[in-house]
Antibody, heavy 125, light 107 residues
Framework: EVQLVESGGGLVQPGGSLRLSCVAS????????MHWVRQAPGKGLVWVSR????????NYADSVRGRFTISRDNAKNTLYLQMNSLRAEDTAVYYC??????????????????WGQGTLVTVSS | DIQMTQSPSSLSASVGDRVTITCRAS??????LNWYQQKPGKAPKLLIY???TLQSGVPSRFSGSGSGTDFTLTITSLQPEDFATYYC?????????FGPGTKLDIQ
């Protein structure tokens, strides 16, 4: 059974830092791209960051670029999100998400097939 | 970035009803469109990918259609467990933007 279990959320002051972790099990973690997606209280889903299977390529939303760093340790089946210079608007539930794809004649169609339960980050003084 | 819109933003319906949710992309995305269902306090769940393909385990009362810029999610014969918020998402180009969601509640 695929499982993604996030941890590391909590209350932090503006300007502070936090590191989120996501431990994966039930699949070959090192074969999959992984993402972080967040959801502010009562709001919609927002993609945050992506890392390729080997960890050599990353991508970020404009709103977090330069402040957040995604990384992974395939030996530990763990995905990370280092969050620095946190702002009130970063307050959200952060989900760890697995990326998979379907291939047809038009190319690769990616989708998020498994999600963790989420971890809440609250940025407030 | 590609902008995704959904209509309606909320919808009231009854068990047994047929409902349709619309998603529109700001540019053509071919069939690079996914649908997710989210229940309160829970993580989203993949329903449909490539606009029309049902994820394994998803009931056949859910269906998707469309291509280009306009897409629909249809639920026939609503069940109590279907009352949730539904999001579309484009996977045509990064960032993989989501629609704002459609909240489906019981009438």
């Amino acid at each position: 059974e695929v499982q993604l279990v996030e941890s590391g959320g909590g209350l932090v002051q503006p300007g502070g830092s936090l590191r989120l972790s996501c431990v994966a099990s039930g699949f070959t973690f090192s074969s999959y791209w992984m993402h972080w997606v967040r959801q502010a209280p009562g709001k919609g889903l927002v993609w945050v960051s992506r890392i390729n299977s080997g960890g050599s390529d990353t991508n970020y939303a404009d709103s977090v670029r330069g402040r957040f760093t995604i990384s992974r340790d395939n030996a530990k089946n763990t995905l990370y999100l280092q969050m620095n210079s946190l702002r009130a608007e970063d307050t959200a539930v952060y989900y760890c998400v697995r990326d998979w794809y379907y291939q047809d004649t038009s190319g690769y169609h990616n989708f998020f097939d498994y999600w963790g339960q989420g971890t809440l980050v609250t940025v407030s003084s | 970035d590609i902008q995704m819109t959904q209509s309606p933003s909320s919808l009231s319906a009854s068990v047994g009803d047929r409902v349709t949710i619309t998603c529109r992309a700001s540019q053509s995305i071919s069939k690079y469109l996914n649908w997710y269902q989210q229940k309160p306090g829970k993580a989203p769940k993949l329903l449909i990918y490539v606009a029309t393909t049902l994820q394994s385990g998803v009931p056949s009362r859910f269906s998707g259609s469309g291509s280009g810029t306009d897409f629909t999610l249809t639920i026939t014969s609503l069940q109590p467990e279907d009352f949730a918020t539904y999001y579309c998402q484009q996977s045509y180009t990064p960032p993989r933007t989501f629609g704002p969601g459609t909240k489906l509640d019981i009438q």
